[in-house]
Nanobody
């Protein structure tokens, strides 16, 4: 059974930073494409960062240069470093295995305006 557990969210001031973690069990993250998504109130869930099993990364235009996705294979964990946070980044952040219906419970990031 695949389980993804996100952590690291919080309330941070405009311009601040956080590191979000997605700890996986039941799946080897290094052998899978992994993505970070976010969903703001009243909006659809969107993909913000993606890392392939071959370590290729891709980012939404809105976060390029500010967010970095990475993976620690020894810890079977995927990270999302989020820098220069803005109020528009306020959302629940989720990780997902590839395009499977394997999601975590999410972690809330709030940047007050």
């Amino acid at each position: 059974q695949v389980q993804l557990v996100e952590s690291g969210g919080g309330v941070v001031q405009d311009g601040g930073a956080l590191r979000l973690s997605c700890r996986a069990s039941g799946v080897i993250v290094s052998a899978n494409n992994m993505g970070w998504y976010r969903q703001a109130p009243g909006k659809q869930r969107e993909l913000v960062a993606y890392i392939s099993s071959g370590d290729r990364t891709n980012y939404a235009d809105s976060v390029k240069g500010r967010f970095t996705i990475s993976r620690d294979n020894a810890k079977n964990t995927v990270y999302l470093q989020v820098n220069s946070l803005k109020p528009d980044d306020t959302a629940v952040y989720y990780c997902r295995r590839g395009f499977y219906n394997d999601w975590g419970q999410g972690t809330q990031v709030t940047v007050p305006s």
